[in-house]
């Protein structure tokens, strides 16, 4: 049974940091890319981040780049995202998933298993 499990959400001030974490069991986690989305109520859920399996290639949305860090342990199966200067626009739930495929993607349509999420909000 595939379980992703998120942890590390919270209030934060604005400027503050946050790191999450997802753990990860029930397939071969080193040749997954994992990604980190994003949703706030009444929009779609947005793309965030993505590490890829095997080439250790990651990608970022704009609106976080320099700001998120997306880092991954194939010992502990586990995927990060370290979030620093943190706006009130980041606020939202943090979903991790698993994609069936192992190279870095943006389209959540290739992650087959997803996290129930975990709470950030940052407060102005």
């Known amino acids: 049974q595939v379980l992703l499990l998120e942890s590390g959400g919270g209030i934060v001030q604005a400027g503050g940091s946050l790191r999450l974490a997802c753990a990860a069991s029930?397939?071969?986690?080193?040749?997954?890319?994992m990604g980190w989305f994003r949703q706030v109520p009444g929009k779609e859920r947005e793309f965030v981040s993505s590490?890829?399996?095997?080439?250790?290639?990651?990608v970022y949305a704009n609106s976080v780049k320099e700001r998120f860090t997306i880092s991954r342990d194939n010992n502990r199966n586990t995927v990060y995202l370290e979030m620093k200067n943190l706006k009130p626009e980041d606020t939202a739930v943090y979903y991790c998933?698993?994609?069936?495929?192992?190279?870095?993607?943006?389209?959540?349509?290739?992650?087959?298993?997803w996290g129930r999420g975990t709470q950030v909000t940052v407060a102005s």
């Open positions: 998933a698993a994609s069936s495929n192992s190279w870095t993607t943006i389209d959540s349509r290739d992650y087959m298993f």
């Open positions: 029930g397939f071969v986690f080193r040749r997954s890319a």
């Open positions: 590490a890829g399996g095997m080439d250790g290639n990651t």
